[in-house]
T-cell receptor, first 113, second 115 residues
Framework: AQSVTQPDIHITVSEGASLELRCNYS??????LFWYVQSPGQGLQLLLK??????LVQGIKGFEAEFKRSQSSFNLRKPSVHWSDAAEYFC???????????FGAGTRLFVKA | ETGVTQTPRHLVMGMTNKKSLKCEQH?????MYWYKQSAKKPLELMFV???????ENNSVPSRFSPECPNSSHLFLHLHTLQPEDSALYLC??????????????FGPGTRLTVL
């Protein structure tokens, strides 16, 4: 079955430090890959999306992600975290022809001063 | 109003009540979705409507009944719920109705508590 794994339930980083959130997907066909962010009391907002082309994707709020087919990974990165980045981050994958996007369980990011 | 709105934001109901959740999208999109978000679990897709036709129904209990009267509005009718149905219910929309490969735009959710 198709699945998305986010191995870190929560991560704490210091403000100004770099961040990497991990994501692995299980299915080998050409995936559409997404990172969404959810702030408290809010719905999910798209950070970035990949489906073809350059494997390094730039998103909003200074985030980027790199698609590595050989590792079935799509890790999210940010060089310098701001306190406002504290939120929950969801990796998701979809495939053409289907209506169901598969979401990971999420990684909650805490930012300490 | 812009984006995707959901009402009510919070709902407390007994197991014998009947209530409805409402979602409205102001983006001109063709597809709408209901998700259930429970603590420490991945988002669970419940229903998908594309051009007002239900195209996905993920083995959801019949106590949840969706309705999509037009491409801008989506309802989730609730009756005889169980305490384990307590969760955040998220509505989303996407432009082209291609589901899994579309960017989805989410509402803020309805926090449902079943007593």
């Amino acid at each position: 079955a198709q699945s998305v794994t986010q191995p870190d339930i929560h991560i704490t980083v210091s403000e100004g430090a770099s961040l990497e959130l991990r994501c692995n997907y299980s299915y080998g066909a050409t995936p559409y890959l997404f990172w969404y962010v959810q702030s408290p009391g809010q719905g999910l907002q798209l950070l970035l999306k990949y489906f073809s082309g350059d494997t390094l994707v730039q998103g909003i709020k200074g985030f980027e992600a790199e698609f590595k087919r050989s590792q079935s990974s799509f890790n999210l990165r940010k060089p310098s975290v701001h306190w406002s980045d504290a939120a929950e981050y969801f990796c998701a994958v979809g495939y053409t022809g289907g209506f169901k996007t598969i979401f990971g369980a999420g990684t909650r990011l805490f930012v300490k001063a | 109003e812009t984006g995707v709105t959901q009402t009510p934001r919070h709902l407390v109901m007994g197991m014998t009540n009947k209530k409805s959740l409402k979602c409205e999208q102001h983006l001109g999109h063709n597809a709408m979705y209901w998700y259930k978000q429970s603590a420490k679990k991945p988002l669970e897709l419940m229903f998908v409507y594309s051009l007002e036709e239900r195209v996905e129904n993920n083995s959801v209990p019949s106590r949840f009944s969706p309705e999509c009267p037009n491409s801008s509005h989506l309802f989730l009718h609730l009756h005889t719920l169980q305490p384990e149905d307590s969760a955040l219910y998220l509505c989303a929309s996407s432009q082209q109705g291609q589901g899994a490969t579309d960017t989805q735009y989410f509402g803020p959710g309805t926090r449902l508590t079943v007593l």
